[in-house]
């Protein structure tokens, strides 16, 4: 059996309303002096108020840092760690979806080891140690509360990222009533995203796919399958709004130890130059980047099938199931709202070969792709999704 390592945030907590009681959960690991990492819709919404609340009525000298945007950038970031400087905060709490997960970890980091930013850039390059963690996700979609990646815009379009186990939190607090008030079309994306990764990390052929990553990678496929439709279209439906935060997490479980691949390569250009949010980046090029590895990937596809869309067990033949399997998948955007071509998200045809030759920089994701991937195929792929 080949050899692997398996990496993970050491405690999560699911349990609705948990936010509430926010100081029993976290009680003793950020110290006395915390900064909250958040943006300032979920300010807005008031989402935050019970979580604070519960910290400064246990004592918690609370610094609020809540300017986190979409796609975050580094300027954030370093405005953060600023906040967070002058409060001289003993412990990081990140509230929010994965954007402000991903600036809460960089900013433990910096504020823990003083290092620069831009050495902690690339795979296992983090030197820490980080001051305390811990991670409240309130969109179910990118389980960064349980990977130890953070991606950082930089430059205005260029996305980065620090990879390191350093970043994972000492605690995940998953509270499935954090997610009710999410909007439909953020619930569809999230949850695209979230399987997304778990389809990735099956599939990945990174030295270090494992048995636990695909375990956890199906378990969250039949979780997120299960459940989407009725997240979106029934957005009070508490049930389904703990499947798919719990399928969210798992899938980031697997992912974060068998990394994602060319679907994810080929969305951040999207992301970046466009400012499309993650997930419909995602949605937008998955059945295309499906359909170029299906050559070299059927077998696993058909195998995943089945998790998400159980009535393809009726569908015969690895080749039939696998591509009645990228179909559903194309079907479901389109029955969850969500826009299914690049010309709806103001992309213009002109601007494809850009995208093309941006995406090839995200060489530590191609490489996971379970078929080489060059830049004439990730044009091709974009002319098909546009």
Not at 129 to 145: D, H, K, N, W, Y
Not at 199 to 227: D, T
Not at 314 to 329: D, K, N, P, S
Request: with cysteine; hydrophobic share 45%; charged share 15%.
């Amino acid at each position: 059996m080949q050899p692997f390592q398996f990496n993970t945030t050491p405690q999560v907590v699911f349990r609705p309303g948990a936010a509430t009681d926010f100081a029993s959960v976290v009680a003793g690991r950020c110290g006395t002096r915390t900064l909250v990492v958040t943006d300032p819709g979920l300010r807005r919404l008031g989402l935050c108020d019970p979580a604070l609340g519960s910290l400064e009525q246990a004592g918690l000298v609370v610094t609020v840092f809540d300017r986190v945007e979409a796609d975050p950038s580094l300027a954030t970031v370093m405005a953060a760690v600023e906040a967070g400087r002058a409060a001289g905060v003993t412990g990081v709490i990140g509230f929010g979806g994965g954007s402000s997960l991903d600036v809460a970890k960089v900013v433990a980091l910096l504020l823990g080891s003083g290092e620069p930013i831009d050495s902690a850039w690339g795979v296992g390059n983090a030197k820490g140690p980080r001051l305390p963690l811990v991670l409240v996700p309130t969109t179910a979609g990118t389980g960064s509360e349980v990977t130890p990646v953070s991606i950082i815009t930089v430059g205005g379009e260029e996305k980065r990222g620090v990879s390191s186990p350093i970043l994972l939190p000492d605690l995940a607090l998953l509270d499935p009533d954090l997610t009710l008030g999410l909007p439909a079309p953020i619930t569809a994306a999230t949850g695209v995203d979230a399987m997304v990764h778990a389809i990735e990390a099956y599939a990945s052929k990174n030295a270090n796919n494992n048995l636990l990553s695909k375990m956890l990678a199906r378990q969250a496929l039949q979780l997120l399958g299960a459940n989407i439709e009725t997240a979106v279209f029934d957005g009070s439906n508490r049930q389904a709004r703990g499947a798919m935060l719990l399928g969210s997490m798992l899938a980031g479980q697997a992912f974060a130890n068998s990394p994602v691949a060319a679907v994810h390569a080929l969305a951040y250009p999207i992301g970046g130059i466009f400012h499309v949010p993650h997930g419909l980046s995602n949605a937008l090029v998955l059945p295309h980047v499906l359909r170029f590895n299906a050559p070299d990937a059927a077998a696993l596809y058909a195998e995943i099938a089945v998790d998400v869309f159980p009535d393809l067990v009726a569908v015969e033949g690895t080749q039939g199931r696998c591509a009645a399997f990228i179909e559903r998948l194309s079907d479901l955007s389109r029955r969850l709202g969500l826009q299914t071509r690049l010309r709806d998200v103001g992309i213009g045809e002109a601007d494809l070969p850009r995208m093309a030759k941006d995406a090839m920089k995200q060489t530590r994701l191609l490489v996971n792709n379970p078929r080489d991937l060059a830049e004439a195929d990730a044009l091709a792929i974009y002319r098909a999704a546009w």
